[in-house]
């Protein structure tokens, strides 16, 4: 079985699909050439049940999931969720609606099945990073909680490094919850200037947030 390396940032392995799978069927004619073909028409090419599409999405999308699944899962586990998350990929397939993102759709398979496999093993299973902290919000599922904080921790990352203006932005009003005007003070900027960088801020968020980076060249 082919697998191909995508070149990152983040060192990882070519991730090789196990034998979970349905056997191939591969309705589309045996010509068509999948690496062409962007992630909206390998995904209808699934629903149809082309196996080879399948392949071709795993070795698209499996890096940039399998980066998001480490600081969520012990490193063991995270192949095992992989495999199980494009499984139901696969399954999912005919429910599939071009309307968003196909990496915001596969990042959201995957998410439930961390959030399945943290479930099914309990806080025993939490890796010690996603213990920390406290989130509200999920204070009843531990394991939600756990996946919403890695979420959150790439988004921020997403905004520079350390000591950056847009950190230091996030820092002083959604960590500290600091108001505009004394944002403005401790900057020593206008408050029109921390407004317009808050905004900035939210956009850069909600895009990492509702449309995932893969590594390497995007389709």
Do not use: C
Not at 144 to 168: F, I, N
């Amino acid at each position: 079985m082919s697998t191909r390396t995508v070149t990152s940032s983040v060192s990882v392995r070519p991730w090789r699909m196990t034998g979970k799978f349905p056997a191939p069927v591969n309705l589309l004619p045996s010509e068509r050439n999948r690496e062409a073909m962007d992630d909206d028409e390998l995904i209808a090419a699934m629903a149809g049940g082309d196996d080879t599409a399948l392949r071709e999405l795993f070795a698209r999308h499996a890096p940039w999931l399998a980066a998001r699944l480490r600081p969520i899962l012990p490193a063991a586990e995270v192949e095992d969720v992989l495999q199980e998350s494009f499984l139901a990929v696969w399954r999912g397939a005919r429910g599939y609606r071009p309307e968003g993102s196909p990496g915001g759709w596969l990042w959201g398979i995957t998410r439930r099945q961390a959030a399945l496999w943290l479930r099914r093993r309990g806080p025993d299973g939490l890796p010690l990073a996603a213990l920390a902290g406290h989130d509200g919000q999920h204070a009843g599922d531990p394991a939600e909680a756990a996946v919403s904080r890695a979420e959150l921790a790439e988004a921020v990352r997403a905004l520079g490094p350390e000591g950056s203006t847009a950190q230091e932005v996030w820092r002083l009003m959604y960590v500290e919850d600091r108001t505009v005007t004394e944002v403005a003070g401790l900057m020593g900027v206008p408050e029109g200037t921390v407004k317009s960088r808050a905004h900035r801020v939210r956009q850069l968020m909600r895009g990492v947030l509702r449309q995932p980076v893969r590594d390497g060249g995007g389709r």
